[in-house]
C-alpha cells in the first residue's frame, strides 16, 4: 500500500503535507538553482574574451559612508581591482580594506538578478521575478492609496544619513509626499557629538578635527584606526602625526576599555573602566583649571558658564578631583595628572569623544568638548572644528505640505504603534547594531507594506514584499558629500564604472519616477539632478576640482591670501572637469571665525552641561558579574553589504577571528570561568543569550566582556553568519537625550558551551 | 646669428599704453600663474613643496625668502643645480628640460610666488588689528556690532569680514577722500599704518565682523599688464614715474621704491593708503578727481608695481667680463672665433638669444657640466644677486651687430632689447 493514500483513495492531512512541503521546497530550490545559475553565467560570460584592453576610471567607495575616491581598473569593460583616488582629499590613492573588497560587493553572488514580490508568508524566503514597470505600479498603486486616503504619514523611510544628491532627493520626495518619517541613520559617528555641538556652539551637525595640524590627540575610545570617519584620511593623519613633520613626532593616546587595534597602535594604551571615561575627561579638566594650565583667554572671551558657584569651574573642581575619579576609572591618579599636563603643552592637541557604534552619550561628548575648549583648542589650528558649508545647489521647494525628518530614536516607537502603513528601506545597517534589534523586527512585522531596496536579501529585504534592487555603487551616477571630517567642504561624484550587470536601478531613478507623479521633480533622470545640485559649486567660485596635494597647497594658500583661480570659463567645462578628478573640493579653513561657529543665543561657547543622568547598569551583578563593553572593527564599521569574503577573512587580526562573531575575554577572567582560547562560550545578559567564540586576550580587562558587534545577521548572502539572536539583541536600549543608544549599559555572564563551538 | 632678443608673446608681450612716453618700461609677466602648472609638470613638486604640503626633500617655497629680479631667481636656479641633480639621481629622476618660454612661465611664477602670493598667505594678527582699530580711531565713525548703526557716521563693517583683503583694501581707498575730509572735521590725526597694521587690522575685521553663514568672496589674482594700462588709464603716470619715465620731478618714482612695494598685498595697500592721505589733498587744490577702483582694479595696481623691477635694467659688461673669469666659464667657453676647448663658443652660438634663452640653455647644459667641471676641478659657479645680468650683458657684448626691435606688432610689442 502506497504510504501516501489510504484505502478509499483520499489522501491524507500528513501525506498532504508532505507533498506539499517537499513540492514548494523544490519550486524554491529549483528558482534558487535557476536564478544562481543565471546569475553567475552573467558574470562569467563578461570575462575572458575579449582583448584585454586595460582601461582606469574613477567612482566612489560606498562600502561605509565615508565616501573616499576610487579609481577602478577595468580589463575590456570589467572591473578588475579597486585602488584610491590619487586625487580625492580623503583617499589619496589608498583604500581601507573595506574599498579593497568592493569587487565583492559588485560580483556578490547573492545578489538579486532583478526586482521580486514575496509569494510565501513574510521571512519565508520564497520570491517571485517580476518586472520593473509593475512593481512600480504596485508601489505607486500603494502609495496613491495612502495620499487618498489622507494618510500620506502612515509611509515611512529608514535611510542611511546621505548628504549628497541621492539623500537629498529622497528627503524632498518624502517633504512633496507628506511624510515626516524619514529616519536616517549612520553608525560611523557618535550622534552625542552632534549634540554637544548643538549645545555648547548652538550649531547642529557633526564636529570635524583639524588632525592635520594636531601634534597630540587623546581619545576617549573613539576607533580612530578602524570605523570612524573616512578609515584613509585617518590613516594618513596617524601617518603624519608620526613621521609628516621633520621637526616633531606627534603623540597619540588612546583611552579604551580594550586594548583595540586603535590602542595597539596608539603611542600609549591607557585601560579604563568601561562607562566611566566622562569622569575621566572631567578629571583633566579639573586639572587644567587647578594647576592654571587653561587658555584663559578663549574661556574669558569665548565661553559662558565657567564661572559661578554652579558653574563649569565649580562642579570640575568639586567633582571631579583626580584621586576620586582614579577609584572609578581605574586610571591612576599619577597618570591623570600627566595626560592633563600633556594635553596642555603639547598644543596643538586635541581630544576626541565619540564612541562608536554605540554612543558613549552626551555626557561623554560635552565632557571632551568642554575639555576642548578649556585647552582653547575649539576653532583653532589642530582642534576641534565646524564644518564649513558644502555649496550644492539645494533641490527646489515643493509647494506640497511635508515635515522635518523624525530622530532616529523614535523609529521602533513608530513601528510597534501599527500607523505605518507602508515602509521603504534603503539601508538595513540600522537592522544589526540596534541595540535589543528583535523589537525593531517585531514592531516591522506589523507593517503591512515594506519595500526594500536591498540589492541582495539582507536583513530588511528578507522580511520585506517587494525588493527593488538598487545598482552596486560602480554600476551607478553617484555622488558623496562626506559627513564633517575636517571641516572642509569635499563633494566626491563619478559616472558608472561599467554598465550594470543585473537588471537592477538606480534608486533616484526610482525615486524621480515616484516624484514624476506628485510633479516635484523637473529632472529627466538622476545625472541631471547631479548636474543640477553641481551648478551650485560653480557658482560658489571657491575651491575647484579634486587636485593633487601640490595644487590644493596652492589653491589654499591662494585662498588664504583672498585669491582665487577660476579652473573653467563654462558650466560645461567645469563639470566634465569635475567628473575627470572624481570630485570638488575647497581645501581652506579660516580658524576663528566665531560669529560662524559660536552660533549660540549667547554667542559663546556655552559650558553648562547637560543634565547628568545615571544610567544603572542592566543586570544583578551578582547574577551577571561581567561588563560588557561593544565594539566595531574596521571591516564591519558602516558596512552596508557583509556578504564579503575578504572581509569575514580579516574581522579581527589582533586576535586572529574570523568570520564569526567574539567574545575577548582577559585571561585571569577565562581561568576563572574555565574557558580556554577558542572555546564556544554562551553569553548571556538579562534579555536573552547568543553563542559565540572566546578568545582569550591580555588586551581585555578583568570581569569586561568585549564583543563585536553588528557582524552577524538574521538574514544574508553564503558569507554572511546568520543567527536568530545576535549580540545586539542582549544589549539593553538605553538612551539619553539624544535619542542615540548607549554602549555601557549592559551585564552579562559567559558560561563554557557544551559540544565545542 | 639671432641678435635681437625675440619676443615671447604671452610671457613677455609688451603692452604699450596709448599714453606716449620717450622710453618703453619692462616688460611684465602675462600670466604668472601659467608657471604654477609648469612647477607641477615638470616634477619639482616632488621635491618641493608649497604652503601646507607635507614636509618633501627639498625647501618648502614658501620657506625660501629671495628677493630678486628674474635673473636673479634664475641665478638661484642655476645655484641649486648641483644638489639637485644629485638628490634627482638618488631618485632616478630625470632633471627636468625647459624649453624657453617654460623657463619664462617658472621664473615668473616663482617671482610672483616669492613676492606676491606667500606673502599675502601670511594672516594678520587680529588681536593686533583690534588694537589698531581702537587707536586709529575707526571705530568713532564704524560700527563692528550692528548692520546699520546711525549714531556712526560710517557705514557698518559687518559682511566685510567675507571680502578678500584686497576688496576691504579696495573700499577703504575709495572712502578715503571722504574720511579723510570727515577726519578734518572731528580734528583727529589722519591715520596712517605702519608695517603690518593695515593686514592686522584686516584680519580682525575679518574676525571680528563675519557674518554667522556667509563664505568669504575671493578675487582673481591681479594682472601686471592690465595694473599697469590701469596706471597709465588712472593718471597715476602723471604724477609717478617708474624709472624716471613721466611722473613729476618732486613725486616719489615707483621705479626705485623698491622695498616698499615688493611685499604683501595688504601691506602695499598700505603705503598706498598712508600717501593717498597727502595725494587726495593735492588733487583736490589741482581740481583733480581722486582715483577710485572697481572690481579687481585695485589688485591689477598691485601687481603692476610688484612687477616694475622684474626684468633687469641693462647689467655691466665690464664686470660680467670678470666674472666669466672668476667664474671658471672661460675655461670651458672660448668668446673670440676659431678657439674651441670643451663647451660651445659664446661669441658665435646661436643659443644666445633673449636672457630668458641663455639662461634656459644654462639650466638644460648643467646637468652635462656638472660632471666635467668635476673632472677638470671646477667649483660649480655660484651667482649672487646681479651678477647674472653682468655676465649676459658681457654675452651680449660678443656679439657686434646693434640689437633692433622686432618688425611684427611694432606699434604694441618691444622687445627687451628695446627697452635697453
Known amino acids: ?757 | 646669428m639671432k641678435r635681437s632678443w625675440p619676443l615671447r608673446p604671452i610671457v613677455l608681450s609688451l603692452v604699450l599704453s596709448g599714453h606716449a612716453r620717450a622710453e618703453e618700461p619692462a616688460p611684465l609677466p602675462e600670466d604668472p600663474m601659467a608657471g604654477a602648472r609648469l612647477f607641477q609638470q615638470k616634477g619639482c613638486v616632488r621635491c618641493h613643496a608649497v604652503g601646507e604640503e607635507e614636509t618633501k626633500l627639498g625647501p618648502n617655497l614658501a620657506r625660501i625668502h629671495r628677493r630678486g629680479s628674474l635673473l636673479d631667481v634664475a641665478g638661484a636656479m642655476w645655484n641649486h643645480a648641483p644638489m639637485m641633480h644629485a638628490k634627482m639621481a638618488e631618485l632616478y629622476i630625470a632633471p627636468p628640460q625647459l624649453a624657453s618660454q617654460e623657463m619664462a612661465n617658472l621664473i615668473a611664477f616663482l617671482t610672483a610666488y616669492q613676492y606676491y602670493l606667500t606673502q599675502v598667505g601670511q594672516p594678520g594678527n587680529p588681536d593686533r588689528g583690534r588694537a589698531v582699530f581702537a587707536a586709529k580711531n575707526c571705530a568713532k565713525c564704524h560700527s563692528l556690532e550692528r548692520e546699520a548703526d546711525f549714531e556712526k557716521v560710517g557705514p557698518s563693517l559687518r559682511g566685510y569680514a567675507r571680502l578678500s583683503p584686497i576688496q576691504i583694501a579696495q573700499a577703504m581707498w575709495n572712502h578715503g577722500p571722504a574720511m579723510a575730509e570727515e577726519f578734518r572735521k572731528l580734528n583727529l590725526a589722519q591715520p596712517n599704518l605702519a608695517g603690518t597694521e593695515m593686514t592686522d587690522l584686516l584680519a580682525y575685521l575679518q574676525r571680528a565682523a563675519g557674518p554667522t553663514d556667509a563664505e568669504p568672496v575671493y578675487v582673481e589674482p591681479g594682472s601686471p599688464n592690465r595694473g599697469r594700462l590701469l596706471f597709465d588709464q588712472k593718471g597715476c603716470v602723471r604724477c609717478h614715474a617708474i624709472r624716471g619715465v613721466g611722473g613729476l620731478p618732486e613725486v616719489p618714482d615707483l621705479g626705485k621704491r623698491r622695498e616698499e612695494l615688493v611685499r604683501s598685498v595688504t601691506e602695499v595697500a598700505g603705503f598706498m593708503w598712508n600717501h593717498g592721505v597727502a595725494m587726495w589733498d593735492k588733487m583736490r587744490a589741482r581740481q583733480v578727481p581722486a582715483v577710485k577702483f572697481a572690481g579687481n582694479e585695485m589688485a591689477d595696481i598691485i601687481a603692476y608695481l610688484y612687477f616694475i623691477n622684474y626684468f633687469d635694467k641693462p647689467g655691466d659688461a665690464a664686470h660680467g667680463q670678470t666674472l666669466f673669469t672668476q667664474k671658471g666659464c672661460a675655461r670651458c667657453h672660448a668668446v673670440t672665433p676659431g678657439a674651441a676647448p670643451v663647451g660651445p663658443n659664446l661669441g658665435t652660438s646661436s643659443l644666445v638669444g633673449s636672457p630668458i634663452d641663455i639662461i634656459t640653455a644654462m639650466w638644460n647644459h648643467a646637468k652635462a657640466m656638472e660632471p666635467v667641471m668635476r673632472v677638470q676641478g671646477i667649483p660649480w659657479p655660484k651667482f649672487e644677486p646681479g651678477e647674472m645680468t653682468d655676465l649676459i650683458e658681457f654675452i651680449y657684448a660678443l656679439h657686434a651687430p646693434p640689437r633692433v626691435a622686432a618688425p611684427a606688432r611694432a606699434t604694441t610689442e618691444r622687445t627687451t632689447h628695446e627697452v635697453k
Request: proline share 7%; aromatic share 8%.
Open chain 1, 1 to 757: 500500500m502506497n504510504a501516501t493514500t489510504n484505502t478509499s483513495g483520499r489522501v491524507s492531512r500528513r501525506a498532504f503535507l508532505k507533498f506539499a512541503a517537499f513540492t514548494g521546497a523544490g519550486i524554491t530550490l529549483g528558482r534558487c538553482l535557476r536564478d544562481y545559475a543565471l546569475q553567475h553565467e552573467v558574470f562569467r560570460q563578461r570575462w575572458g574574451e575579449g582583448p584585454g584592453l586595460e582601461t582606469f576610471t574613477l567612482s566612489i567607495c560606498r562600502q561605509c559612508p565615508a565616501g573616499c575616491g576610487l579609481r577602478v581598473r577595468l580589463v575590456d569593460g570589467d572591473a578588475k581591482k579597486l585602488d584610491g583616488n590619487p586625487l580625492c582629499p580623503l583617499a589619496r590613492g589608498t583604500t581601507c580594506p573595506k574599498g579593497q573588497a568592493g569587487l565583492q560587493a559588485l560580483y556578490n553572488p547573492d545578489r538579486l538578478l532583478g526586482p521580486v514580490k514575496r509569494v510565501g508568508p513574510r521571512g519565508s524566503g520564497r520570491w517571485q521575478r517580476i518586472r520593473w514597470n509593475d512593481a512600480l505600479a504596485e508601489v505607486q498603486s500603494k502609495l496613491s492609496a495612502l495620499r487618498t486616503a489622507g494618510h500620506p504619514q502612515a509611509l515611512a523611510w529608514i535611510a542611511e544619513r546621505d548628504d549628497a544628491t541621492q539623500g537629498q532627493l529622497i528627503r524632498r520626495w518624502m517633504h512633496a509626499y507628506g511624510s515626516p518619517h524619514l529616519f536616517e541613520f549612520v553608525d560611523t559617528r557618535d550622534a552625542a557629538a552632534r549634540a554637544a555641538m548643538k549645545l555648547c556652539q548652538g550649531v547642529d551637525e557633526f564636529p570635524a578635527y583639524d588632525l592635520e595640524h594636531a601634534h597630540y590627540i587623546l581619545s576617549f575610545g573613539t576607533p580612530v584606526l578602524e570605523a570612524w570617519l573616512s578609515p584613509t584620511w585617518l590613516a594618513r593623519q596617524y601617518g603624519r602625526l608620526h613621521r609628516g613633520r621633520a621637526d616633531y613626532r606627534g603623540r597619540f593616546v588612546q583611552i579604551e576599555a580594550r586594548l583595540s587595534p586603535t590602542a595597539v597602535k596608539a603611542d600609549e594604551w591607557i585601560p579604563v573602566n568601561p562607562g566611566t571615561e566622562t569622569a575621566l575627561a572631567l578629571a583633566l579638566a579639573h586639572v587644567l583649571i587647578r594647576e592654571d594650565l587653561y587658555d584663559r583667554a578663549l574661556v574669558a572671551d569665548h565661553t559662558t558658564g565657567f564661572d559661578g558657584d554652579d558653574g563649569f569651574r565649580a562642579l570640575v573642581l568639586r567633582d571631579y578631583a583626580p584621586d576620586d575619579v582614579a577609584q572609578r576609572t581605574g586610571v591612576p591618579a599619577t597618570t591623570i595628572l600627566r595626560l592633563a599636563r600633556e594635553l596642555a603643552t603639547n598644543k596643538p592637541a586635541v581630544a576626541l569623544g565619540e564612541q562608536v557604534p554605540l554612543s558613549g552619550g552626551v555626557v561623554l561628548a560635552w565632557a571632551v568638548h568642554a575639555l576642548n575648549a578649556l585647552n582653547g583648542m575649539v576653532d583653532r589650528a589642530g582642534g576641534v572644528l565646524t564644518q564649513r558649508a558644502l555649496p550644492l545647489k539645494p533641490l527646489a521647494e515643493t509647494t506640497l505640505p511635508g515635515g522635518a525628518p523624525a530622530a532616529p530614536a523614535a523609529l521602533t516607537e513608530l513601528l510597534a504603534g501599527g500607523t505605518v502603513e507602508a515602509l521603504f528601506v534603503s539601508s538595513s545597517r540600522c537592522c544589526a547594531v540596534a541595540p535589543e534589534g528583535g523589537k525593531l523586527f517585531a514592531a516591522a512585522e506589523k507593517v503591512p507594506f515594506i519595500v526594500s531596496f536591498s540589492s541582495a536579501l539582507d536583513d530588511s529585504a528578507a522580511f520585506a514584499d517587494l525588493i527593488l534592487p538598487d545598482h552596486a555603487p560602480l554600476e551607478k551616477w553617484q555622488d558623496a558629500a562626506p559627513l564633517p571630517v575636517h571641516g572642509r567642504p569635499v563633494w566626491a561624484v563619478s559616472a558608472p564604472a561599467l554598465e550594470p550587470l543585473l537588471d537592477t536601478r538606480h534608486i533616484g531613478e526610482v525615486v524621480l519616477e515616484l516624484g514624476r507623479s506628485l510633479g516635484a521633480f523637473p529632472w529627466k533622470d538622476f545625472p541631471a539632478v547631479l548636474r543640477f545640485v553641481a551648478a551650485g559649486l560653480f557658482e560658489a567660485r571657491r575651491g575647484g576640482p579634486f587636485s593633487t596635494s601640490y595644487e590644493t597647497a596652492w589653491t589654499n594658500q591662494l585662498e588664504t591670501g583672498g585669491w582665487w583661480i577660476p579652473s573653467a570659463k563654462t558650466f560645461d567645462e567645469f563639470w566634465e572637469q569635475v567628473l575627470k578628478a572624481g570630485g570638488w573640493f575647497d581645501p581652506i579653513y579660516t580658524y576663528e571665525q566665531w560669529p560662524r561657529v559660536l552660533r549660540t543665543a549667547s554667542g559663546k561657547l556655552e559650558l553648562g552641561g547637560p543634565p547628568k543622568i545615571q544610567q544603572p547598569w542592566i543586570g544583578d551583578e551578582r547574577e551577571f558579574p561581567l561588563k560588557l563593553h561593544v565594539f566595531t572593527t574596521l571591516t564591519t564599521g558602516g558596512l552596508n553589504d557583509p556578504n564579503q569574503p575578504f572581509l569575514q577573512e580579516t574581522l579581527g587580526p589582533h586576535v586572529h577571528a574570523r568570520w564569526e562573531d567574539w567574545v575577548e575575554l582577559n585571561p585571569q577572567t577565562a581561568q576563572r570561568l574555565g574557558i580556554a582560547n577558542g572555546d564556544g562560550v554562551w553569553l548571556e545578559s538579562p534579555l536573552g543569550k547568543a553563542r559565540l567564540r572566546a578568545y582569550v586576550f591580555a588586551g581585555a580587562q578583568p570581569d569586561v566582556a568585549s564583543v563585536l558587534i553588528g557582524h552577524a545577521h538574521r538574514a544574508g548572502g553564503a558569507f554572511v553568519q546568520r543567527t536568530a539572536r545576535g549580540v545586539a539583541d542582549l544589549v539593553a536600549y538605553r538612551t539619553d537625550a539624544t535619542g542615540a543608544p548607549l554602549a555601557a549599559t549592559t551585564r552579562v555572564r559567559i558560561t563554557k558551551a557544551t559540544g565545542g563551538p
